[in-house]
């Protein structure tokens, strides 16, 4: 929080940005007091909107001087409260550091800032014939330094990895004012630890990133998209391994049940889907490559092998116009359960085989505790995202401990399966007190102590990833 050196650190401020770049103004405040999780809101005192890193090293330094907490935003699309700034202080956009600085078809590298939106960016990549993979469900609205902070995925990450796997080279603020650049603009580096990729996910809690410096791959040019209905929700997890097993990496695999995807179709206003009578979920699917022969075939595989384990008749996007309406209803899954009903969503992954185990296990903590839960999710990769829905639960248990111990519990089984917390919306706010599910008391010590070494006045984004006694 902001003490009795308010006015002081406001005139600082404006002195350092100018008056239009510094806001106290109740909508703006309000704008920058919420993410996309749940109903949580805190008030920042002020925004700060930096245009250059040497602005947001100037505004790192004064906090610093003032031990003030800043909180990086950007689009707020979050799902666990990373961006909220709960002990108040300084929410410091990364709006107006939006600009694609270099993509190099040389050397298939780019250069851009936080604030680009991943949509603008792969699309100005694809112009070229390359291709930035990461594409989370959000891409049209989240940016790069979001998914940075999140080490993001999406439904490519089965075949083509999650963020962290494009990150060469990250130009970051520390919290002292500092500026460093983590790595190298290489494909290899093997010189000193990888601070790179420890940056990485790291959800704001170490610096401020303003630069980011992306590996791309060369654009696939052909895509086939099936969509596999099956009358069971476990068979469909169970034939997600078979895919696999058959040699077949798909390019994307996600699984959603009868609920997620009639809502989503209700919800984007889609009314001649034909998902059939006595369907339980749906395998969405895509493959890929520069050979349309060969990606061709390897379609028919693919559906060969789900019909082989369960699934009904699949269906063949026969246009891109098909494609794309059916990654539209995928990508829409989580604003249509949101409007549907007041809801937690859980961002679970384990290894891959064991999803059946997993939706079992959500539907049976679920009976167990009172609550309804709609899953879909990145099955190709094994995660899963649990929607878990207030339906008839009392706002006391929503609220109270029963809900908590049934999330507590729905954690404890992930990772005795072999899995954890997260797959790709991070920690933040919301889970930060199951962490202890994940981490022995010496990895908590450790990881904290990387935090205390970096940001040793705990301002940089303070309140997020670790329990507070």
């Known amino acids: 929080m902001i003490g009795q050196d308010k006015n002081q650190l406001l005139s600082e401020l404006m002195e350092l940005l100018g008056q239009d770049h510094v806001s106290i103004k109740e909508d703006t405040l309000e704008a920058f007091s919420h993410d996309e999780t749940e109903d949580l809101t805190y008030l920042p005192q002020v925004v700060a909107f930096p245009r250059h890193t040497e602005d947001v090293?100037?505004?790192m330094k004064l906090a610093s001087k003032h031990q003030v907490p800043v909180t990086p935003s950007a689009a707020r699309t979050g799902l666990a409260g990373g961006a909220i700034p709960v002990k108040g202080g300084i929410a410091l956009s990364m709006k107006h550091l939006n600009r694609i600085l270099d993509i190099d078809q040389d050397n298939s590298q780019a250069i851009?800032?936080?604030?680009?939106?991943?949509?603008?960016?792969?699309e100005a990549c694809m112009a070229l014939g390359l291709m930035y993979?990461?594409?989370?469900?959000?891409?049209?609205t989240s940016t790069m330094g979001g998914n940075v902070a999140t080490n993001a995925g999406g439904p490519r990450a089965v075949k083509y990895g999650v963020t962290a796997a494009y990150i060469l080279n990250l130009e970051v603020v520390l919290p002292n004012g500092d500026i460093i650049w983590t790595g190298a603009n290489t494909l290899k580096n093997s010189t000193g630890y990888n601070l790179t990729q420890l940056f990485v996910g790291s959800e704001g809690t170490l610096g401020v990133?303003?630069?980011?410096?992306?590996?791309?791959?060369?654009?696939?040019?052909?895509?086939?998209?099936?969509?596999?209905?099956?009358?069971?929700?476990?068979?469909?997890?169970?034939?997600?391994?078979?895919?696999?097993?058959?040699?077949?990496?798909?390019?994307?695999?996600?699984f959603m049940e009868i609920d997620a995807i009639t809502?989503?179709?209700?919800?984007?206003?889609?009314?001649?889907?034909?998902?059939?009578?006595?369907?339980?979920?749906?395998?969405?699917?895509?493959?890929d490559g520069l050979d349309e022969e060969a990606v061709m075939k390897e379609a028919e595989a693919l559906a060969a092998v789900v019909e082989s384990h369960g699934a009904l008749d699949v269906l063949f996007a026969q246009s891109h116009k098909e494609r794309e309406a059916l990654w539209k209803l995928r990508r829409a899954v989580g604003e249509a359960v949101k409007s549907h009903?007041?809801?937690k969503e859980e961002d679970t992954v384990v290894p891959r085989a064991k999803l059946p185990e997993l939706l079992q296990t959500v539907k049976s903590i679920g009976k167990a505790y009172g609550f309804q839960s709609v899953c879909y999710g990145h099955a190709g990769d094994g995660n899963l995202h649990v929607n878990i829905i207030k339906g008839d639960m009392s706002d006391a248990d929503w609220h109270g401990n029963k809900l908590k111990q049934g999330i507590r519990e729905l954690f404890q089984?992930?990772?005795?399966?072999?899995?954890?917390?997260?797959?790709?919306?991070?920690?933040?706010?919301v889970q930060k007190d199951y962490l202890d599910i994940a981490f022995s008391k010496t990895v908590m010590q450790l990881q904290q102590g990387i935090k205390g070494l970096l940001d040793p006045l705990n301002i940089m984004n303070p309140g997020k990833i670790f329990p507070e006694a």
């Open 57 to 59: 090293s100037a505004i």
């Open 263 to 287: 809502w989503a179709a209700k919800y984007v206003k889609v009314d001649n889907l034909p998902l059939g009578d006595g369907v339980e979920a749906h395998l969405l699917m895509e493959v």
């Open 341 to 343: 009903s007041v809801y």
């Open 413 to 429: 089984e992930v990772v005795a399966m072999g899995g954890t917390l997260s797959g790709e919306h991070g920690i933040g706010l």
């Open 209 to 254: 990133v303003t630069k980011i410096v992306c590996r791309l791959i060369p654009q696939p040019r052909h895509r086939f998209t099936l969509l596999a209905p099956f009358a069971s929700a476990e068979a469909a997890c169970a034939a997600v391994s078979k895919v696999f097993q058959a040699g077949i990496t798909p390019s994307g695999m996600e």
């Open 133 to 140: 993979p990461p594409d989370p469900s959000s891409w049209g």
């Open 112 to 122: 851009v800032e936080p604030g680009v939106i991943n949509q603008v960016f792969q």
